[in-house]
């Protein structure tokens, strides 16, 4: 979940002449069909059996401690999730459900400094991709998949970008802040008022950026019911149908709440860094990625992840009409029954 983020208008690196659009995703048919079919609640809605269920798990790298929650089949193919922010590992739980519907080992990783994942000084999106390919060598998987929402599709992104595509066989980036793709905070234009100022004080006043964070945390931590107060009001439609489960709300502040562990400043690395300029180019890879954009997302909105993806070789573009920054719920059969298609073709193990 991206609630604080920023401005500053964009440098265009294209011409309007040079752009592509990206592919549109084919339907689904097959057993990653069958098995949409075979969900009966709502995609959003996990069963407390199924969090019951999930596996607390630790990697070493290096120095490093890496945390992180296991759900769904233990003995299926391994997806690894990039949690959004101010989020945790804990948001596996709220994909539970699906990913056990679709027979897929989802993991989602602490990155550093955040929930139980050590911090690490200097880090970069590939260091990050290398420890997501370390996760999945530590799972004994040959293929796999990453996904990313919000504030983890960046990091989706950065393994399209750095990991070898015969391993990585899948990329979900679901309604990501794609905000230094194209250079420093690029797609300011079109960022909420909230993420507009984040923006701002990330590139030109750390002190207030820093500061506007540890507030976000105390709200998270100690003041839970005004903190989803104020994200209700920042949705559309369609995200308030989703938050409106009860069990839905717990998970999902039980995440916030724990990205804050260890204090506010592995999230305020994490969002730094989306809006600096990336270092890896979208423009030049080639293989598959799909983008998942709600058209009534507040948060971020449609034209950020259309422009990046309008730029991406690769991208396969699936738009949901109505849909908002929780399509990553909304939608959670449909994304996963494309990354267990996708693992299925590979090959898994």
């Not at 204090?263 to 998942?292: C, K, Q």
Request: glycine content about 10%.
């Amino acid at each position: 979940m991206v609630i604080v983020c920023g401005s500053i208008q964009p440098v265009c690196l294209f011409r309007k002449r040079d752009i592509k659009r990206p592919r549109k995703a084919p339907a689904l048919s097959g057993p990653s069909a069958t098995a949409m079919a075979q969900v009966m609640l709502p995609a959003w809605i996990t069963s407390k059996e199924d969090v019951q269920l999930a596996r607390e798990g630790s990697l070493r790298v290096g120095s490093r401690t890496l945390a992180y929650l296991e759900t769904g089949d233990n003995s299926g193919p391994l997806v690894i999730h990039n949690h959004g922010g101010p989020s945790s590992r804990l948001e596996a739980n709220l994909f539970a459900t699906a990913a056990r519907a679709h027979g897929l080992r989802l993991v989602c990783v602490d990155r550093p400094g955040i929930g139980g994942s050590d911090p690490q000084p200097g880090r970069s999106f590939a260091s990050w991709a290398n420890d997501l390919l370390a996760l999945a060598e530590s799972f004994g998987a040959q293929h796999f998949a990453v996904t990313g929402w919000s504030e983890g599709g960046p990091w989706a992104l950065a393994a399209a970008a750095y990991l070898d595509p015969a391993r990585l066989a899948h990329v979900s980036c679901i309604a990501g802040a794609s905000y230094g793709t194209f250079g420093a905070n690029w797609a300011a234009k079109y960022q909420s008022s909230v993420d507009a100022l984040g923006g701002r004080l990330a590139l030109h006043f750390h002190p207030g950026f820093r500061l506007m964070y540890e507030l976000l945390g105390l709200s998270a931590t100690r003041f839970e019911a005004s903190y989803l107060q104020a994200l209700k009001k920042s949705i559309g439609a369609s995200d308030q149908k989703v938050l409106s489960d009860e069990g839905v709300c717990q998970s999902f502040l039980e995440a916030s709440r724990e990205c804050f562990r260890q204090g506010a400043e592995g999230l305020v690395a994490d969002a730094t860094m989306l809006y600096e300029a990336w270092p890896f180019d979208l423009t030049t890879v080639t293989r598959p990625v799909h983008f998942w954009q709600g058209t009534d997302d507040k948060l971020v909105p449609e034209p950020i992840n259309r422009t990046v993806a309008d730029q991406t070789p690769g991208a396969i573009w699936h738009s949901i009409s109505g849909g908002g920054h929780f399509i990553a719920l909304s939608h959670a059969n449909e994304i996963l029954a494309q990354v267990a298609s996708d693992l299925d073709g590979h090959g898994h193990g």
